[in-house]
């Protein structure tokens, strides 16, 4: 790819998408209509949540999406022991952690999805009050390189994503995430951004954006509070900036928790009525998305 910005600009290229949380809180069998709602809405592919807890029959799933044109990814949002991890001072969790998302990507693969991806450095909500020190980074980037390699033999992806340091002390911010994924070093290895999870952690979206350079694969478009982008504390022309700029050509997820079904968002913490009609939020998300899209077209 040219490193001429002018060139870059005319490479920006988006596919948007939506998770599987905006419209149920476990994956299975009896709500594959959502892959046709989202398809309806216009979303060109779909990240579902697994975990221990989460059971469905893959083929089904793959059938209905591929009927669809539907692409897949898959994330750990779900049941996710805390045994397993790739950050682990002990190396038997460290050894539990890469066999459990490698389990994961053996998923991916069986739905046909093109990636797995989240905060699979570590373990969201574990926060060590300190700085990582190297020899974290060193074991955490070991581990990625295995489970990149086991992604790449698989045809899944790798993709991590940092988070804001009230969910990891890990990898908060690009630079961090870019640190661990230069010391892992394998060509499966991808970023993924959250602007939710950004807000926290920088005040240059555009800086921070470019900061991944060709290994973003893709961004959650979130405002401050989870809800729709629109309206709140991100600053979208940094971030749209930052992506046309980097000659973008990923994907763009709609991901919050549906606040309508129980106690699932708060038991998520998010306690705040943000998502009550996944359809009205995935309309409401996707116009203001094009929106930005219409005042930088992707240019042959």
């Not at 971030?239 to 699932?264: C, I, K, P, R, T």
Request: proline share 5%.
């Amino acid at each position: 790819m040219s490193t001429n910005g002018a060139d870059r600009k005319r490479c920006l290229k988006v596919r948007l998408g939506v998770h599987s949380y905006l419209f149920t809180e476990s994956w299975s069998d009896d709500v594959l209509e959502i892959l046709d709602t989202a398809r309806g809405l216009g979303a060109e592919f779909m990240e579902i949540g697994v975990g221990d807890d989460v059971q469905f029959t893959p083929r089904l799933t793959r059938q209905r999406a591929e009927a669809l044109g539907l692409a897949l990814c898959l994330g750990p949002g779900n049941v996710w022991p805390l045994a397993c991890d790739l950050s682990s001072e002990l190396a038997e969790e460290r050894e539990l952690g890469l066999a459990w998302h490698q389990r994961q990507v053996d998923l991916a693969a069986e739905l046909g999805a093109m990636a797995y991806g989240g905060a699979l450095y570590g373990h969201p909500g574990v926060v060590k009050r300190r700085i990582a020190p190297p020899e974290e980074y060193e074991r955490i980037a070991e581990g990625l390189h295995q489970l990149a390699g086991y992604g790449q033999q698989r045809g899944v992806l790798t993709v991590v994503e940092p988070m804001s340091h009230f969910r990891t002390h890990i990898a908060n911010t690009p630079q961090q995430i870019m640190r661990l994924v230069d010391r892992a070093d394998h060509p499966n290895l991808r970023v993924a951004l959250d602007t939710y999870h950004l807000l926290t952690e920088v005040r240059d979206f555009r800086a921070a954006i470019l900061a991944t350079a060709a290994k973003l694969w893709g961004l959650h478009a979130c405002e401050n509070d989870r809800g729709a982008p629109g309206g709140g504390l991100v600053p979208w022309d940094q971030v749209f900036a930052g992506l046309a700029d980097n000659g973008f050509d990923g994907y763009v997820l709609l991901e919050s928790y549906n606040s309508a079904q129980g106690d699932f968002a708060q038991r998520r913490g998010m306690f705040h009525n943000v998502c009550p009609d996944p359809v009205a939020f995935v309309r409401q998300g996707f116009a203001f998305l094009r929106s930005q899209l219409a005042l930088r077209p992707a240019q042959p």
